[in-house]
């Protein structure tokens, strides 16, 4: 290559404004060129404004970022698109991992940005600034401008219409968990939960000044509860615990992952069988409200006596240790980020390092996304079954209602009723399935659906049930039973038992992770029959000029590795054990790692589904001028939103990262869901 002029170079290079399914690999290499050309330090930053991609180049790093948008904006309106935005009127998203970062306009490029980084330009909400007082409803000002920053990033509803879940430790279930982890709803104590922690806390204190010795109160932990601690080192006794015990490692966990975590080891504490002190609880739940959330690495948990190195990581920010993050500072030290908030670490008393980190949350709160997901794997899969059938020229008798109520498992019956509704009827006539049948009887993959789906479909509410009692289960130790009046008798004790051991969640999560394995086997096999000319009757790897063009050759390729990843981590994590705190805790459950493998595999079906179904709307260009029915053809039409047919070969990434987002955000289903009469996956029959 010729290098050419520093400037001309840079000019080339950074006046690309491309839409996102676009490659950018020759900027890449421009810029690569030009930084050994030029000897000097020069970032390229991709720039999304108003829904594309702007790589723009940074010479000068001690400029501002407000800098970086007007030549964002700049080179945007070059290419004849207008811009609105006023460069200093907006503020800055800057994306990692699964975590978003807020920048404000004078920030310096050098301080924020490195080379490579993905910024997201917004604009600021004027007239919610000029009445931000008007939405200050429940705490400081603080906190309603971290609510704003929440809710622009995560999309949630204006402030006052955020709703408020009152935690009891009694009735939270999946769908508010996950909200509460998308920051879309806030956290508050009732009354009587606050009465209810003051009575068990009473019970700790009263042991405390009538001398009684008691495991995690005035004892040691593990192997060493039978070492008593003298009263004075009470206080030193719970912040040793808590510190001791950070000893995770790994990636850290994303937001919204630890605001579930956060949530619902408040649930737990506000069941009040902890003994710890009600400040706590509430200290946790201002935390929550405002976005202060501390790191907690990825790894280190066996999952009995609890998640204990997650937790611990957790409650090192209650106390003002370690790193946190908030929208209004990003990643910083815990007291510096609390400070921002208004906020102070919280002071331990007696027992409250104890109650912080022990339970089940860490398993239960990564493993909550895993079962959110599948879910809508499921959905997604018996949509795309249902147009791979019209494809394949399918026999709808196999989904005959005769045939499933002899055989009557619930989820079988719910699935067969699903791909009847969608596929060719009276109400949804297919022009394709008016076609001549060229087979008396259909594949495996396309025949037992209903069959192996819809055992997908019952573990996945077998699990949810088994979520839904954990995530309401006191899970601490020791418990705390009883009155203040009748501390030292039996009615009134403090209990060590076992209900932080993780196998009930670690359990269900193996076998979430096995079934929805199998719904991504049969999508695969789908997927081969579809590239396949000789089961198909279309052109090899569905495209035209095969052999000039691979089409879908190497997609099938990803879509079988993943499948096969996904092998390998179906072996249950529960069934290992390994004995820990010198064999005191001589049996662990690994649900930590069974809900991290667990997601895992939920995350690669999402993309193996996301292959199948790009496959089979490019199918349905072969069959032209013909059409499938009614509901099929609008997630036909939802994928031309965001994907072109592949008319010649081009990057597959793009466009299947682009779909597995969908089938992620459930918006395969809600496409669907207007035409049919209810929801056959889970309303009553």
Known sequence: MVLKGLEQLVEEAAMQAFEPNINNTTDEKKFASFRKAAGRSVICVHVKLDGINIAVPVINQNQSLAHLAKEAISRLEDTGISCEMEYNQCYFKKFHRDEFYIMKPSDIIKDVLSDGDMVEIVARKTQERKNSHKLRSSSSSEDAETSCATEELHQPKRVLDIPVIDVNGYDLNLDSLI????????????????????ETRDIVEGIIEKGYVRYGINTGFGLLSKVVVENDKLVELQYNIVRSHCAGIGEPLPIETTRRILALRINVLAKAFSGCNPGLVEHMVEMFNKNCLPLIPAQGTVGASGDLAPLAHLAQGVIGEGTMWSPKTGWGEALEVLAANNMVPYQLTPKDGLSLINGTQFICGVGAEALHRAKNCVRTTVIITAMVFDILEGHTNAFDDRVHAIRPHTGQRRIAAALKALCNSPKYPSEIYELEKHDVQDPYTIRCVPQVAGVTLDTINFVEGIFSTE???????????????????????????????????????????????????????RLERLCNPSCSNLPAFLVDSPGLNSGFMIPHCTSAALVSENKTLCFPSSAD??????????????????????????????????????????ALEFKRPLHTTEPLEAVYNLVRTKVDPFVKDRAFTPDIEVIQKMIEQNLIWETVAPYLDSDPFWDEF
Not at 599 to 618: F, G, M, P, S, T
């Open 179 to 198: 909200r509460l982890g998308k920051g879309e709803a806030k956290l508050s104590l009732s009354d009587e939960t606050v009465r209810k922690l003051r």
């Open 471 to 525: 995530m309401n289960s006191a899970t601490d130790n020791p418990l705390v039973f009883g009155a203040e009046e009748e501390v030292g008798n039996e009615a009134a004790d403090i209990i060590s038992a076992g209900n932080f051991h993780g196998e009930y969640p670690a359990k269900a999560l193996d076998f979430l992770t096995i079934a929805v394995h199998e719904i991504g086997n049969m999508s695969e096999r």
């Open 577 to 618: 054990t390994q004995s820990t705190s010198a064999g005191k805790e001589d049996h662990v459950s690994m649900g930590g790692w069974a809900a991290r493998k667990a997601l895992r595999v939920v995350k690669n079906l999402e993309n193996v589904l996301a292959i199948e179904l790009l496959a089979a709307c490019q």
